[in-house]
């Protein structure tokens, strides 16, 4: 890994840069690091999305609390849980064009205030449509300017090779931070209750601020280099205004492709039968059989460390294998693996429930190196924000189940129902994956996918 990370053309930019109109931004010569900024970068950002990721350990963790606080249903929570994944996924979007707008670092360290203010006010909440306002509204679009199209859009500015690895290494920060702070937080939400759970969330979203501000670039121009993998030397683009409409001017060109629909259909799948159904609803559901909410949530955190593994080594597959079959076999397998859950939920952990948290942590989001690859095989330099839109389906998949998952419970007294739809759901993902059609593109031409 030595030998990836030095990098031979840091020490000047080429000499069509240095004629070209903007050269009186020309920047001196300088000595070549021994590791490549683009890498300190990804670092910053992996532990931006480590802190963000806090917050969204808590929502299966406060099902059962508020229910027996406030006697709010279990749908009623699942509401709030389900705007706020919407809202995720619909901000992502915008947010990668503010990024292009305003600049990496301050929409993010924005992000990070707002998720701080949402969950931190939840403490004084007594009604349930303040759960929606603090948990749904305000976290929901905190969360979604901090969501994968972050990382997307660090990838596509300070990197052109290694970025199936990069995409790899960034989605396994959410994990990352899932596993460090769900067993801190379900053992004060057991010993001290939820409300210091909240408060925790809320510190350690603002306890990221400082490192983004400080230490994270918006592009490699500011910083006197290339990106990573590049031997030219690019100026920093000028701000892009009109992003709201970019953003949406976007989505139109990409809705006229088919790869688009495909891509949007299988990561509602993906956002269903993961941030929707496991991780709102498994804690929970292992509860009602007997197991106690500490062990539940510990399997949840255990399934994170497979995710770092699984969705790493997803990014180093897709820089080698076909992305299409790739994404074939994660749905068939998370399908699979589904069907058998209801079996194996029981009062105590035992050796089948351990194999089935390895093999689903490997799948967790090992989809999204793949589906971000041909996001950019196919839509070139506006992929961020069809990522974005496509990160949306995925938001409103995971939000319907986090709803319609708590509306089952409500209606069957179990959630095997959902169990076995997700299973289904997953191998129809399976096949649409296959009928995506390649498209080879040149990186800075724009949309480039055949109409549908």
């Not at 080429?14 to 020309?26: D, I, Q």
């Not at 209801?342 to 009062?347: C, E, Q, S």
């Amino acid at each position: 890994m030595l030998s990836a990370v030095t990098h031979t053309s840091d020490r000047t930019p080429t000499a069509a840069a240095k004629s070209s109109p903007g050269a009186g931004a020309f920047r001196p010569p300088r000595p070549r690091p021994r590791i490549h900024r683009a890498w300190f970068v990804a670092a910053v950002t992996f532990v931006t999305i480590i802190g963000a990721a806090a917050f969204r350990s808590l929502p299966g963790l406060l099902i059962d609390p508020l229910n027996e606080e406030f006697g709010w249903s279990r749908g009623t929570i699942g509401l709030a849980v389900s705007i706020n994944l919407a809202l995720y996924g619909l901000t992502a979007p915008f947010a990668a064009a503010l990024m292009d707008r305003f600049g990496i670092r301050r929409v993010v360290a924005v992000a990070l205030v707002v998720i701080a203010a949402g969950s931190g006010l939840t403490v004084w909440m007594d009604s349930a449509w303040q759960l929606l306002l603090c948990w749904g509204l305000l976290v929901g679009l905190g969360s979604g300017s901090m969501a994968l199209a972050f990382a997307a859009t660090v990838t596509n500015r300070w990197f052109t090779a290694r970025r199936g690895l990069v995409t790899g290494i960034l989605t396994a920060a959410s994990a990352s931070g899932q596993l460090i702070f769900l067993p801190l937080l379900s053992w004060i939400v057991e010993a001290h209750k939820w409300r210091p759970a909240a408060v925790t969330v809320a510190l350690a979203a603002l306890a990221v601020v400082p490192f983004v501000w400080l230490l994270l670039r918006d592009h490699p121009a500011d910083v006197g280099t290339t990106p990573y993998g590049s031997e030219e030397f690019a100026e920093k683009p000028p701000p892009v205004t009109g992003a709201a409409r970019r953003t949406v001017s976007v989505l139109f060109k990409a809705a006229r492709t088919g790869p688009f629909w495909l891509l949007a259909g299988t990561f509602a799948i993906c956002g269903a039968s993961t941030n929707g159904l496991v991780q709102t609803h498994f804690v929970p559901a292992a509860h009602d059989h007997g197991m106690p909410i500490t062990a539940a949530a510990s399997l949840l955190a255990v399934v994170g460390v497979f995710d770092v593994v699984g969705t790493v080594a997803s990014g180093w597959f897709t820089d080698r294998f076909d992305t299409r079959r790739l994404l074939a076999v994660y749905y068939a397998l998370r399908g699979i693996s589904l069907l058998f859950l209801p079996m194996l939920l029981a009062p105590s952990v035992h050796p089948p429930m351990i194999f089935f948290i390895v093999f689903y942590g490997l799948d967790w989001v090992a989809t999204v190196p793949p589906t971000l690859a041909l996001c950019r095989e196919h839509y070139g330099e506006d992929s961020a924000i069809v990522f974005g839109w496509v990160l949306a389906s995925h938001q409103v998949g995971a939000a319907l189940v986090a709803f319609l998952g708590g509306v089952a419970r409500d209606t069957f007294g179990s959630y095997d129902v959902v169990w076995y739809a997700s299973g289904a759901l997953c191998a129809a993902a399976a096949l649409m994956a296959l009928v995506i059609r390649r498209r080879h593109a040149d990186a800075g031409t724009g949309l480039v996918a055949e109409p549908a």
